[in-house]
């Protein structure tokens, strides 16, 4: 006969654990999961169901910018086109501004100048009529990837293909042309191809585009000639059209930004305007301060293509390959020795360049050093580690003290120590090293964020190959101020980000990523991923309870959850590890979406109770025995977030085996 019924308690907390076997979990790591997918260890406590993510915009960015119609009295199934820096793709759609009907590039239909940014397609129809000179073509989405993504300024930034573009949230504004000054025609009756202008404040680089007033077409720049006193001569191509008017306005219109793998940013502040800049490791450098966008300057090779960027002690440092270059102080553009900019090579190619602790940390594939000082007359460079690396770009993240990155074997934490310049570099991801290495295994790229207000680390693993329902990424939450032996972990899936980014701005944190869809998201906002339920998993350990040789009846189970709208989950009661021939009771569904109270945008107007009490406890009766239990909880709803915060079972006991 059994023993009078008895009680087990479950505090859910801990994280994901995978390399513990599975009795030795259920007897010392009770509240931690096997499985945790979509589910964040809450620095509130328990398990909370990730947020979900919406469009930042809902229109998508345009993949080729702003391409324009080149030349006017076109017809017929050919169009000669301009301003384009990346090679449209047979089947590619458009529209043509004043022109009635949508287009699609033939079959084989793409005659593309990489030089000239022009392209001349054919038509799967004919021009329904003869569009203006310079009309604006808006070409349908594409499966090019956004390769940069920031908020800067109250909106955010981002880089597809040739173009960079800003959101305040509805619709997207190119902003790479670049700001020469007021330049303008230098003397009339001027032909062919070269043009002689004035009024530059800056130097045009070979392949910007630019259009004359009164004149048809728009022309690329191939060379400029020696600018004195603002005035120079501008080799161009195609020839002019017609001779433009003295003085008459030169518009430029795009810089070009291609090539590269990634972009990404830095801010600095070292006139009272905080400015934007960005590398992409392929182009020049170059800067935003909100309204004008400029290529830098007449800049050493060894900045010229840089891949990182960072301001520090008020020098801009630039990486490129195993070289570090720095500005002279507090400039931007002022590269010379004299002025105190320099170069340090620091033997190694470099993956991230990160600012901690009034240090500037260089992460390479197989070493860590760092750079101290606040001029050239005393920088440093000084080693951390000559064994370790980051070995992953776009995986360092400063979070609570600390700098994580995904090194050789794992996820590892630099952090301070209580002795003077020293650091700590443990491994903190063992508890779930095989999902590390699996994410490293199927991945070909990596972003990585933080989302400060809930101490919390991400890393995203893409590959384009992924399904969004597929991708993948882990989740760290950080339950000490310093050290990584508090690190809950989870795994996270559908959150399909190529490029990433997280920034405060007053009180409000936003957290950007994007892929190969054409749109910017925004985590942590909403209840869905854009749309489509957030599919949810929460595995506890198989519970011995008392004694493993034990057999236990179990009777019911009361399930505490912290709700923040409508909550419903499935509860699968799992006995004996899930043996095959062990016959397991039916799921049980935990739903609060029928108590009295009501949820806006859920319970019809009448029909419930608004400001009623959130049902936060589920008692539930369990069929079955089994000498070790386990359970399963699944979410797939577009519910708000909710927490698990426990679990109470009763109990009774037969005997041993």
């Known amino acids: 006969m059994p023993d009078r019924w008895q009680t087990f308690p479950v505090e859910f907390g801990g994280g994901l654990v995978t390399n513990m076997s599975p009795l030795q979990q259920g007897l010392n790591a009770t509240g931690t999961a096997t499985v945790l997918r979509n589910f964040e260890p809450s620095i509130e406590g328990g398990y909370r169901r990730v947020e979900g993510f919406d469009k930042y915009s809902d229109t998508y960015v345009q993949p080729y910018g ?4 080149q030349g ?4 017929g199934t050919s169009l000669d086109i301009a301003n384009i820096y990346t090679e449209p793709q047979d089947g590619d759609t458009f529209t043509i501004a004043g022109v009635s009907g949508t287009y699609t590039i033939a079959t084989g239909g793409v005659s593309y100048n990489s030089s000239t940014k022009t392209a001349t397609l054919t038509l799967t129809t004919s021009l329904d009529s003869s569009p203006a000179d310079q009309a604006l073509l808006t070409f349908g989405n594409t499966d090019d990837l956004i390769r940069g993504i920031d908020y800067y300024s109250s ?5 597809r293909n040739q173009s960079i573009f800003t959101s305040t949230g509805s619709g997207w504004t190119r902003i790479n042309a670049p700001a020469y000054g007021s330049v303008k025609v230098d003397g009339g009756s001027q032909t062919g191809t070269n043009l002689d202008v004035d009024g530059l404040t800056g130097t045009p680089q070979t392949g910007d585009t630019f259009t004359v007033a009164g004149i048809e077409k728009v022309y690329t720049v191939s060379s400029v000639g020696t600018i004195t006193s603002g005035a120079a001569t501008l080799t161009i191509s ?4 017609s001779s433009p008017a003295d003085d008459a306005d030169i518009t430029f219109l795009s810089s070009e930004w291609a090539g590269g793998t990634k972009t990404r940013f830095a801010r600095y502040n070292f006139s009272g305007t905080e400015k934007l800049i960005l590398v992409n490791g392929s182009n020049t450098p170059a800067t935003f301060d909100g309204t004008d966008y400029l290529p830098i300057q007449d800049l050493p090779s060894d900045i010229d293509g840089a891949e990182h960027v960072v301001e520090f002690n008020n020098h801009l440092f630039f990486a490129k390959g195993r070289l570090v270059s720095f500005s002279s102080p507090y400039s931007d553009s002022d590269f010379t020795a004299a002025s105190g900019a320099g170069t340090i090579d620091v033997g190694a190619d470099i993956t991230a360049l990160i600012v901690f602790r009034e240090q500037l940390i260089v992460f390479c594939f197989n070493k860590i050093l ?3 000082g606040n001029t050239i007359a005393d920088f440093q460079l000084l080693p951390i580690t000559e064994d370790i ?7 360092a993240q400063e979070i609570g003290g600390d700098v994580m990155f995904l090194g050789p074997d794992g996820l590892r934490l630099l952090g301070g120590t209580e002795r003077n310049n020293d650091f700590s570099l443990g491994v903190v991801s063992k508890a779930i090293q095989s999902e590390v290495t699996d994410l490293i295994t199927v991945s070909t790229s990596f972003s990585s964020v933080v989302i400060r207000e809930k101490s919390q680390y991400r890393i995203f693993g893409f590959n384009t190959n992924y399904t969004n329902q597929a991708a993948r990424g882990i989740l760290g939450t950080q339950f000490s101020p310093q050290g990584g032996s508090q690190i809950a972990w989870a795994e996270t899936r559908g959150i399909n980000a190529y490029v990433a980014s997280s920034r405060y701005v007053g009180d409000d944190e936003y957290i950007l990523f994007a892929n190969k869809s054409g749109y910017v998201y925004q985590m942590e906002n909403g209840s869905d991923f854009d749309g489509s339920n957030v599919v949810a998993t929460f595995t506890t350990p198989y519970f011995p309870i008392n004694d493993p040789n034990l057999r236990k009846t179990m009777y019911k189970a009361s399930l505490y959850v912290d709700p923040e709208g409508a909550f419903s989950a499935v509860m699968t009661p799992k006995y004996d590890f899930d043996d095959a021939g062990i016959i397991q009771p039916e799921s049980v569904t935990f739903s609060n979406q029928t108590s009295t109270a009501a949820f806006y945008g859920v319970t019809a107007y009448g ?3 608004y400001g009623g009490r959130l049902r936060f406890k589920f008692d539930t009766q369990l069929t079955g025995s089994g ?3 386990g359970f399963q909880f699944t979410s797939d709803t577009s519910d708000p977030p909710f927490s698990f915060d426990s679990l109470v079972l009763q109990y009774g006991q037969y005997g041993r085996r």
Request: charged letters at 20%.
């Open 72 to 75: 006017s009295s076109q017809t």
């Open 389 to 395: 690396g980051c070995v992953e770009e776009d995986t």
């Open 370 to 372: 760092r750079i101290t």
């Open 66 to 69: 702003e391409p324009l119609v």
């Open 607 to 609: 029909a419930g109770v």
């Open 627 to 629: 000498f070790v239990v």
């Open 238 to 241: 195609p020839a002019l059209a």
């Open 155 to 159: 909106r955010a930034v981002a880089v």
